[in-house]
């Protein structure tokens, strides 16, 4: 998609070199381990924005002094289903994952479980964490919010929600889940780029400037976006005629459930940490269901999507499909992408591990 | 909007009229108000689809022996967070309002509560609902499946999902509410009922024939969508580049929280009666959060949302400016929808007692 060149890397190795740099800031090894095991993951089901290239924003946040790597998540409220974790201003992939297994075990005893995070950072993809879920059997969603504002409000001009997404997943029979995750945003910033690095112009409604005025000329978009000059709609259109209301209403639905409760930031807040907040929530339909109709529904749901239609493509299907090229392959890694994994490791004094295959 | 003079009802009135039909077809007198009411703020609130006119679809239905008036919906799964509700093929009103009654409960035992519905009908729109917890201070989930498959699976071109809504409301300081109530398909139906009324095209992308071609005449696609001749698509569009697998995700995650859990209906399924399934998640911010809290956070966020952006309408707005008209205005009734009704109570052998006002 970017043009450049990019060989290809084991995954193990991907992980071992993760969890050297993430030690080597002080992350305690257990943290390490399971933070590594989601940016490899996210990086095998080929969303490359928010693997193992995540590196380079959380070495900005820690030299700012924004990000606490030794942070370990706690419970500080608690009631039967709900809980509420402090991330410690931490990253947020050990934070979420703990949110997950609370919850998990919370729907274990009352049928459904639900947590929220606060104080918390980037926790990648939410992909990985509702199908971790899922593998057992069980139906999550999940939301959070974002660190940098892009999207307006519907008919403003002012780029103040993030990109907000939310995840949904469940079991299916014989092993496979649905898995949905999306950024409530008409599109994610990494397809603007895409449309920036390939030359086309992007489709009238996605990026507006200030003065709300269409910008098509996809690398201008890109570029206002990213200096907050400008603002990504949300899904379903810059107006209400063709449904952004929809994309506005499901982004202002993430920020209430993510940070809400466990008094994560508001948008455009200016804390010392980015504050964002998470929400899981974990139904154990076997508390209401007898055991497998639930993953029944779901086999036959999707199998009636395709029945008959060989151009369905399902969520979470090239999700999928990466995943088993790249564990088979390798995962890829640009050149560029390499030198700036060079330079993290010499500055955090571990050793660059990675060597291409073949 | 539909050209029609129409004169304006009391709400109270018109609450009258729905009891004295919805009792003479067999409902029992509890059942008949709440669902009478259910309707009356629907079309309060500016919902002119999803109130008093679904009348006639509910005598068609009885007629066709498919709903079953006298229904009483009942707990059939019970967990201490989470219960399966039976609607008993009644109408969806009093089974949804008995889950999230249910809810309630629940969410303040163990800090969140949720029910599944399934064995039910049309449950008018979902915003009441949310809207009713969060009256109470509480945030609350909703979504159900529909009964008309119109919205195809991405890539596909058979009609097979309904418009499959989602709603959330949470409460704010002072005892606003922000409420969010959308179908998960690019727009609804009356949107594209409304185009052609005032003969204007379709954008291309909302309405595809079952060749998978975009067809922009808007009375000609209403038609194709009534007949299941065409597809309505989801949010986003009718591609992946605009962003319809995103609805295609959305309306996956309905049908799913909605009908697994509860034994309702797949889409297409051919059954004694619709089927349908609701789900409904309440989260008491009380379990974990001090008094006042999330109602505070709500509120900030939306008057962030409009500082200094005069054109914002914020979800939920326009529901409201309709409520403050009507309530004092009346419900305006079309007389094209006043001669059905005049049917209906003939038919049901009550009087008609629905007198315009001024």
Chains 1, 2 share one sequence.
Not at 209 to 237: C, F, H, I, K, M
């Amino acid at each position: 998609m970017n043009g450049e060149e990019a060989r290809r890397f084991d995954a193990v190795q991907v992980h071992e070199q993760i969890v050297a740099v993430l030690r080597a800031w002080g992350m305690p090894d257990g943290s390490a381990a399971a933070t590594a095991t989601v940016m490899v993951e996210t990086d095998l089901a080929g969303i490359d924005s928010h693997g193992v290239s995540m590196l380079m924003l959380y070495e900005k946040l820690r030299s700012e002094n924004r990000l606490r790597l030794d942070a370990v998540p706690r419970v500080v409220r608690d009631a039967p289903a709900f809980a509420v974790v402090d991330a410690g201003a931490g990253l947020g992939h050990p934070a979420g994952l703990h949110a997950v297994e609370l919850a998990i075990g919370k729907a274990a005893e009352s049928g459904i479980g639900a947590v929220a995070v606060g104080n918390s950072h980037h926790l990648g993809a939410l992909g990985y964490y509702v199908r971790s879920a899922a593998q057992h059997g069980l139906v999550a969603l999940m939301a959070t919010t974002t660190r940098t504002p892009v999207v307006a409000a519907l008919g403003g001009t002012t780029p103040i929600l993030g990109t907000n997404p939310i995840a949904f997943a469940a079991p299916r029979v014989g092993g496979g889940e649905l898995v949905v995750d999306m950024s409530t945003s008409v599109v994610a910033m990494n397809k603007v780029k895409a449309y920036a690095l390939s030359g086309r112009d992007l489709p009238p409604g996605w990026v507006n400037d200030r003065l709300g005025n269409p910008v098509t000329d996809a690398a201008l978009a890109y570029s206002l976006l990213t200096t907050q000059e400008g603002t990504l709609s949300p899904l379903g259109g810059s107006t209400a005629e063709t449904g952004g209301h929809k994309g506005f209403g499901l982004s202002l639905m993430v920020q209430v459930l993510s940070a809400a409760f466990s008094g994560a930031a508001l948008p455009l807040a200016d804390g010392d940490s980015d504050n964002l907040g998470h929400f899981v929530l974990v139904v154990d339909p076997r508390s209401v269901a007898a055991d497998g109709d639930t993953a029944r529904y779901v086999d036959d749901l999707v199998r009636l999507m395709t029945r008959d239609e060989p151009d369905v493509v399902l969520p979470g299907e090239p999700e999928a499909l990466a995943r088993a090229d790249r564990s088979h392959n390798g995962i890829p890694i640009p050149e560029g992408l390499l030198e700036h994994l060079r330079g993290i490791c010499g500055r955090a004094g571990t050793a660059m591990i990675l060597t291409p295959l073949g």
